[in-house]
């Protein structure tokens, strides 16, 4: 569109020209130059200011352009970074229970350990006819693991994050301690 406008601009320039021209007198005098070249001069000049107008706008419109790509830019860059960051929190919270739920498997298959060790221990005095003894072992080793279970029940995997079969979201701190400790 800019373009039949310069195109324009430049054809009225040569129509004005022309005709200024087709009215020169038979006579050409240094007065008769001057009647042409005046006018002509200030079409000239007015055709000048029309062409920096136009060009003036199209720069303006380039740059709100450029602008405007640039915002669209800079808003999907915010959106993109946002998503990530919501996908690295959810890897982290993943990372998390995941880790947790391994601490918990092998604090568990200690404690295990030890209660079926301790029982042992119990059922050995049992059989060495020290029943008092064996038998104290073994209820208190049934109450450690009763406790246990309790324990665990009431908690409600409260420490893997869920709490009453809702997930808890994690805070941005504890993602933070997270990355400090990866480090």
């Avoid at 970074?81 to 996908?87: G, L, M, S, W």
């Avoid at 059922?123 to 246990?148: D, H, K, S």
């Amino acid at each position: 569109m800019q373009l039949v406008k310069f195109i324009s601009g430049i054809i009225l320039a040569q129509l004005a020209t022309y005709i200024m021209v087709l009215f020169l007198p038979e006579e050409i005098t240094t007065q008769s130059i001057i009647q042409t070249v005046i006018p002509l001069i200030f079409i000239a000049i007015a055709i000048a200011f029309w062409f920096t107008s136009l060009s003036a706008h199209d720069k303006k419109d380039a740059i709100y352009k450029k602008e405007g790509d640039f915002a669209k830019e800079r808003e999907k860059l915010k959106v993109k970074a946002e998503k990530e960051k919501i996908k690295t929190m959810k890897e982290a919270q993943k990372e998390i229970v995941h880790e947790a739920t391994k601490t918990h498997a092998k604090a568990n298959f200690k404690v295990g350990l030890s209660v079926a060790g301790v029982a042992v221990v119990g059922g050995l005095f049992v059989f060495a006819q020290m029943i008092t003894a064996g038998l104290l072992v073994l209820t208190t080793t049934g109450g450690v693991l009763g406790g246990y279970y309790w324990r665990g029940k009431r908690m409600g995997q409260n420490q893997l994050g869920h709490t009453n079969g809702n997930n808890k979201e994690l805070n941005y701190t504890d993602i933070k301690v997270i990355e400090s400790k990866k480090s």
